[in-house]
């Protein structure tokens, strides 16, 4: 540890809010992925001005920085390399204004997904994205990560929800991205932050988008005897033109951790559940509802399910959120994938993916966001068994390859961070690559924040970012 | 200073390190610290118990800072025994001889009643105990009246707030039910003990509990956190008898709510006047899981307002108030907040030490039960 | 000359001349004496179960949106010239159509996009699925940056379910607390004493809907005219302007309630914008070839 770095970060900051202690650090050193780096520093600022001296402190010491805010992600975005200065935005939890009738929240980049939409509840509005760790996640969390969630199906994902952000640069100069009118000049610089992984600089204050809470809400479990069916089902909802607020699907292990956790009534004998909501004016949704019931009947649905009441739906969906968090119930270890694939192909590319599972010997298991084509397979595992690191690293990536060959893509929701940087050429070619590099070059030409994330090495001709050793654990 | 920590193993490896207890986690929602987090609590014991990070003095800081209150395992999906790791890591702290001492103290009932009887003589004097609410000077005693069920009467609560006891006395008489009180040795139920790490200590109390309550009525509590302690006596010394002990033991609205027709019903006009917001004390929330049962056994005698705050922990803890006075106040802040929005003018709360700690800022606090009685009495 | 419409190679943009990327032509007139480069047209791919669809840049929007209106489906793209403009021109024009209230901007409908860059490679940003967060997010950038950082060739756009009843209604009625009754409505627009409303879905909410806005409501055939200048302002700015307007100190508008954008007689004055812009535009094109549109 740089004592001269950590002195001058006191001096701009104070000496609670910068920490060196070695098992402090330590726990800065990973996110909910199972990727492990190294913290050098971490501090806590509490505003803008905070926020810019910490930056150029590391800036002069050059050091590079990586933003954390709750460390729920999971692709080892916030996870530091090299003794980064870790800049944890936890105190930074206000929400600055709530404005009705523009439909609009200012607030600084700490502040908890739920908790924003709590606080405009009373007003009947809601932040839309609604990723599953939507309790625990900070919305500069989201911002850097262009989360998603249910929801995002029909109400689109982070980036259709930020208006404006106001960001600290790399060098520690201040700008705003974006605006409150529609078409703000210039470059769509918000939406190429949006979704940059701490790479392009950090969000200090974030404008969100607030959205009316729908007059009605219908959810339905619809349980099925073969993954195929359920699979075929989403498909046909779609293709029979109905766009679900929410259409998630889990498969059988998942269903019985989860309602051994939340006792919902979830059929513990099924080999695959699908969870639709439908929602928007009361006629819509019903006819909605009629249509989905009919389709997934049609592909075999053995019962479907419509919530009785509020309690029952949050009950159906605290059971679907929690699904991952459940896994420690089946095993002490899980790796998780986020892969997309065209919505039509989702029952060939589930049937390969349990196939390779099985082949690496390995348990698996697919909860996941089907509307969107979003799958999560999900191998989980205990560390400490010999040589189950290499299977399941070597299953992982023929799920991924996989996954493109279905005409696919690496990530949905989670983002490419460390742990899907080295596919990325299997989506792109070193010219796709090279455009990539060129935005974040213009944000951050001396390559200082977060720097080796999502952009394998060498994506910029001449560039000489190196692997991050012992980075995989 | 070292020492070694022996987790159980599986139990360490049993989180996977997902966030979602984070805001649950009174004090991580007040730090923002990930060492004041369940997962970052845990992170610190695998580090020292698995990487031979050392054992230091920052490892039991970071300790120390968990008020136990056990909302990360209400929260936790995997339901990683957290409790159960926290108390195992603090089993293993080097704990300082005053500490041990102040548990002997409320191990040994005439001797608390000894103490808190000249603190409050100081009180009255006008010196100013910080961490202590005002004290009585003498309290009238508790009389049995039948053999239906016990009444736990414990240390701290029958000490600074027998009149608690004898409302739920009150209360418990109108529904029908004889009250028995414990023979001699139930001075204490052990729970500060378990909580600081101090087992073996907490063992000898539990023991002796346990041979007060003869006979196989049922034991009810009116403090959560002995009820919790209680009803884990079955685990703390693992023998058939003490799970059999701890199957006796119900938290008395627990009880009553199965009850209910038994007590009088009031008229709307003899309902209780301000309306009551309900505090969910830790270890009935999340240990005991038996909460909503105050509300039955409230609802018909007053209105009854829910706070906002998912029932985030006081603060009290415990002795956490006098350990963490800083971090306590803090936690108790967000509580208050949430009281005020709220805009009641009563709080219940089922658990003397988080009667205590709101009360010392300023709020009407009293236990379920007494608003119970006092409508009963008022009838 | 045109791009290459079969192998997308970029082939046509090799050299370093200045070139115009043009398509209908519908909202720029493209500078004299560069040379211009169009898109190939024609639907590469169109799977209604995926409501997504692959086509090129060159093609026009009406043709796009009667082949996907076949299968009941629609691209949110609301050019004010349908008949002529492409789909490469408006979503790099960026121009949102009267429906944004409801649809969202140009930008959330772009998936994927191959373009062709300034050294005459072609690039490909996005994917084609739904929901992607694979890497660093061009297709935003490149909506709305007017050819400026590469010429689009070929894309894949979100598609939605087509409303069962689409009905335009106009009455004289604040149109805030219009917007405010109405859950989601398509779009409403206000002249400063006329508010007009789309509703869009299923019928009989529609009808609700409708009954909901009172009596003062009647059927209109359509949106009213639009000045021909667009004005990005605050949807709180919006009162304020039409008071300087019926205060006769400012001319004619038709804006966009909720959305900000506003339809007047003269143009906004141009603003200006952090210098990172141009460090963007400098990476992508860094001789300078494209004419800026």
Known sequence: MDERLAADLVAVLDKRRVRVESLELALYARDASVIEGRAGVVVFPNSTDEVQAVVRVARAHGVPIVPRGSGTGLAGGSVPLDGAVVIVTTHMDRILEIDEEERVAWVQPGVLNLDLSRAVAHLGLHFAPDPSSQQSCTIGGNVANNSGGPHCLAYGVTSAHVLAVEVVLPDGSLTMLGGLDPDPPGYDLRGAFVGSEGTMGIATRIAVRLTPLPPAVRTMLADFPTVEGAAAAVSGIIAAGILPAALEMMDAEITRAVEAYVHAGFPTDAAAVLLVEVDGLPDGVDAATVQIDEVCRDHGARHVRVAADLAERALLWKGRKSAFGAIARIAPNYYLHDAVVPRTRLVEVLTKVYEIAERHSLVMMNVFHAGDGNLHPLIVFDRRVEGVMERVHAAGTEIIEACVAAGGVLSGEHGIGLEKRDFMHLIFSPDDLDAQARLREAFDPNGTCNPQKVLPAGARCGDLQRIPEGAWI | MTFRLELDDDELSSCVSCGLCLPHCPTYRTTGDESASPRGRIAAMRAVQWAGAPADDSFTAFMERCVQCRACETACPSSVPFGRLMEGARAALLHPWWKRLAYRVVGSHRLLVLLSTVAALLQRAGVRLPGLPRLPLRQAPLHASGTDVYLFTGCVMDAWSRSTHAAVQRVLEAAGAGVALPGRGADCCGALSVHAGLSDHARQLAARTMRAFPGDAPILVDAAGCGAALKDYGHLLGTAEAEAFSARVLDVSEWLAARMDRLPAVEPSARFGPSVAVQDPCHLRHVQRAHEHVRTVLRPFADVIELDDEGMCCGAGGAYSVQQPELSTAIRDRKLSAVARSGAKVVASANPGCAFHLAGAGLDVRHPLEIVDEVLRGR | ?293
């Not at chain 3, 629609?74 to 944004?100: F, I, N």
């Not at chain 3, 409303?163 to 149109?175: E, K, N, Y």
């Not at chain 3, 339809?263 to 004055?269: L, N, V, W």
């Open chain 3, 1 to 293: 000359m045109d791009l290459n419409g079969d192998d997308l190679s970029g082939d046509g943009l090799s050299g370093d001349d200045p070139v115009v990327a043009v398509g209908g032509c519908t909202q720029f007139t493209p500078p004299a004496g560069v040379r211009q480069v169009r898109a190939p047209a024609g639907i590469v791919a169109y799977e209604p179960a995926e409501m997504t669809v692959r086509v090129r840049a060159g093609t026009v929007v009406a043709e796009l949106a009667e082949a996907l209106a076949a299968h009941g489906q629609m691209a949110a793209l609301d050019p004010a010239v349908p008949d002529a403009a492409t789909v490469g021109g408006v979503l790099a024009a960026g121009e949102s159509g009267l429906r944004r209230l409801r649809y969202g901007p140009v930008r959330d409908t772009l998936l994927e996009a191959r373009f062709v860059s300034a050294e005459g490679r072609m690039v490909k940003a996005g994917g084609p699925v739904v929901k992607n967060v694979s890497g660093f997010d061009l297709c935003r950038l490149l909506v709305g940056s007017r050819g400026t950082l590469g010429v689009l060739a070929e894309v894949v756009v979100r598609l939605q379910p087509r409303p069962a009843v689409s009905r335009w209604l106009m009455g004289a009625a604040d149109p805030f607390a219009v917007r405010r009754r109405l859950y989601r409505p398509s779009s409403v627009l206000w002249d400063g004493e006329i508010t007009w409303v789309l509703l869009e879905g299923h019928p009989s909410d529609v009808s609700a809907e409708a009954s909901a806005l009172g009596r003062g409501f009647v059927d209109a055939v359509g949106p009213p005219p639009r000045p021909p200048h667009r004005w990005s302002m605050r949807p709180s700015a919006l009162p304020a302007l039409a008071a300087s307007a019926s205060a006769g100190l400012d001319g004619a508008f038709v804006a966009e309630v909720g959305v900000g954008t506003v339809h007047r007689d003269r143009p906004q004055p141009v603003r200006p914008v952090d210098p990172l812009h141009e460090r963007v535009r400098a990476l992508f094109d860094p001789g300078r070839r494209f004419a800026a549109a």
